[in-house]
């Protein structure tokens, strides 16, 4: 994939309610497209919802019984039934996008061309080297959705979800020319929007430090 389509999604603490996860998720994923969608909450919340979430998509839940209804389907159902069965185990599948942080106070570093994308619970653990050498710094432990930039650099959370919090979630996108960083709301509305001009497009590796 090109750095140009390349957009990682970003979701907030959900303080024990891993219910909440869902639909943000989902949003990031689906509806977003969203190439990779990070956790940034200090916790294992996001393997415990992971578990049921394909079934509770429709999707198959491992590979035998994806191929049993398979041969369900090809003897006699319409082809529509089949492009069913095959988007729900393509949903299912994106699933695996999904990530969570390192334990704190370890942090997620993504590398767009020579930009540094610096990922972390509490950025109050960050030196001055960390912050110098990013572009953005996204972080989890904000109440609030926040976006600020600060000179060449954005600093960017999503907000805390669950638990009575509204609900938003973030993207970080790089189109070529720009990274767009956003802030949305439940139903998808740009709520926030910042732009830092590129000077290229480049490679995107990654690494936990």
């Known amino acids: 994939m090109s750095p140009g389509n390349m957009k990682l ?35 294992d919340a996001l393997d415990r919802a992971i578990a049921g979430w394909a079934a509770k998509l429709g999707a198959p839940t491992d ?20 492009q069913d069965l095959l988007a729900r185990d ?14 704190p106070p370890s942090r997620a570093v993504e590398m767009l061309d020579d930009r540094v994308v610096l990922m972390v619970f509490d950025k109050s653990v960050l030196d001055e080297d960390d912050v110098a050498n990013a572009t ?11 976006l600020r930039a600060i000179g060449p650099r954005v600093f960017l959370s999503p907000g805390w979800i669950g638990v009575g919090a509204s609900t938003h979630s973030a993207i970080l996108e790089h189109d070529g020319e720009s990274l767009r960083c956003a802030i949305y709301d439940g139903a998808g509305s740009v709520k926030q ?8 497009g480049g490679k995107i590796g990654v690494q936990s430090t």
């Not at 953005?136 to 926040?146: D, T």
Request: glycine share 10%.
């Open 9 to 43: 999604g970003f979701i907030g603490p959900c303080r024990g309610d891993t219910g909440a996860l869902r639909a943000p998720a989902e949003l990031l994923l689906f509806e977003l497209g969203a190439d990779r969608v990070v956790y940034l909450g200090a916790d």
């Open 63 to 82: 590979e035998g019984a994806f191929l049993d209804e398979v041969a369900l389907l090809a003897s006699d159902a319409p082809a529509e039934a089949l």
């Open 90 to 103: 393509r949903k299912a599948r994106r699933l695996n996008d999904l990530a969570a942080l390192p334990a």
């Open 136 to 146: 953005a710094i996204v972080w989890g432990n904000a109440r609030e959705p926040q």
């Open 193 to 200: 929007e910042h732009r830092v001009p590129l000077a290229r």
